[in-house]
């Protein structure tokens, strides 16, 4: 059960911090964003085996894989924007945050913008 280790990790990390957070502030927020990213970190090689599925996938299916990277892109910059949100937000500056995830929705808008416009042409040829 990979999940209780990484919630035990979590919660020895919070913790710490939380004893931090009186003495040595600065300190707190590091160790946060150190348990963050050995969380994420140890996770990057099961969203490769993904990417590897996904992959295969799509190329028995003969989809162009223009499409496929596209959609990919999209999930990585949902997800670090998240993530970059998060800390912020453990930083204490919600107000930044709410700028990184407005980033985010923007970026995550003009990687979709081809997929869109692949759509909209194909309704145009059904209807046409």
């Known amino acids: 059960m990979e999940i209780l280790q990484v919630v035990?990790?979590?919660l020895v990390?919070?913790?710490?911090?939380?004893?931090?957070?009186?003495?040595k502030p600065e300190f707190a927020l590091a160790v946060g964003v150190a348990a963050g990213i050995v969380i994420f970190a140890a996770f990057l090689g099961k969203i490769g085996a993904v990417i590897r599925v996904l992959e295969g996938a799509a190329n028995k299916a003969g989809l162009n894989m223009i499409y496929l990277d596209t959609i990919l892109k999209i999930v990585g910059v949902a997800y670090i924007g998240d993530f970059g949100a998060q800390i912020c937000r453990d930083a204490g500056?919600?107000?930044?945050?709410v700028k990184v995830e407005f980033a985010a929705k923007v970026l995550?808008?003009?990687?979709a913008?081809?997929?869109i416009?692949?759509?909209l042409d194909l309704l145009l040829k059904l209807v046409t």
């Open 8 to 10: 035990g990790f979590a």
């Open 13 to 23: 990390a919070a913790i710490m911090a939380l004893v931090l957070r009186r003495e």
């Open 93 to 97: 500056e919600g107000a930044l945050a």
């Open 108 to 111: 995550i808008l003009v990687l």
């Open 113 to 115: 913008l081809p997929i």
């Open 117 to 119: 416009i692949a759509l």
